[in-house]
C-alpha cells in the first residue's frame, strides 16, 4: 500500500473528509489531498507530520513502515501488560467524545484508594516533609558588617 492509499484509508477510518484534512494539515483546498490519495505524489516531506498529526498517527505508520496499528498494541502489551492493549484496543474504537469520558472516568478512578496501587511512585511534597531544605547550620558573616536591615531583609526572605 502506497503512502496516498495509507492516508485515504486513516482518514475515512475517523470519518473525515478531504476538506477536514487539507485544513488541518495546512493546504488550501481538498484538491491537494485528492492528488495525495489518488497517486502519492505532491506531498512534500514536511506535510508528512501534519497530515500525521491530523489523523491521530505518526509519520513512519504514514510511510508505511510500521506494519499495522496492532504492532503499536503488540509494544504497549510487551510493556505494559494485556490489560493495557486491551484497554487502547478499546479506547481505539470510541469516538472523540467516548475517549474524553472513558479519560474522565480513568482520572476519577486513580483517586479512589481500592483501585490504586499501594506504593506510590511519587509522594507529594508535604510542608512538614521540607526539612531537608532547611539549613543545617548558618553562621554570621564576618567578612563584612551585616546591618540590621540585611538581617530582616534575609529573615523576611527565608520566611517565604
Known amino acids: ?7 485515504k484509508q486513516r482518514r475515512e477510518e475517523l470519518g473525515m473528509s478531504q476538506e477536514e484534512l487539507a485544513k488541518m494539515a ?3 483546498s481538498r484538491s ?4 495525495i490519495e489518488v497517486d502519492g ?15 491521530k498517527t505518526t509519520p513512519a505508520s504514514l510511510m508505511g513502515w510500521e506494519e499495522t496499528e496492532s504492532f503499536a498494541l503488540d509494544h504497549v502489551n510487551s510493556c505494559f501488560g494485556e490489560s493495557a492493549r486491551e484497554m487502547l484496543s478499546n479506547f481505539q474504537k470510541l469516538n472523540e467524545s467516548g475517549q474524553k469520558e472513558a479519560l474522565k472516568r480513568v482520572s476519577e478512578m ?7 496501587k499501594t506504593a506510590q511512585v511519587i509522594s507529594p511534597l508535604h510542608k512538614d516533609t521540607r ?3 532547611q539549613p543545617v547550620a548558618a553562621h ?3 567578612d563584612i558588617e551585616v546591618t540590621e536591615e540585611m538581617k530582616q531583609y ?3 526572605f527565608f520566611d517565604e
Open 1 to 7: 500500500m502506497d503512502i496516498g492509499q495509507i492516508i
Open 26 to 28: 495546512g493546504y488550501k
Open 32 to 35: 491537494s489531498i485528492n492528488k
Open 41 to 55: 505524489r505532491g506531498l512534500p516531506q514536511s506535510k508528512i507530520s501534519a497530515i500525521a498529526k491530523a489523523l
Open 110 to 116: 486513580v483517586h479512589i484508594p481500592q483501585y490504586t
Open 131 to 133: 526539612t531537608y531544605l
Open 140 to 142: 554570621e558573616r564576618t
Open 154 to 156: 534575609d529573615d523576611a
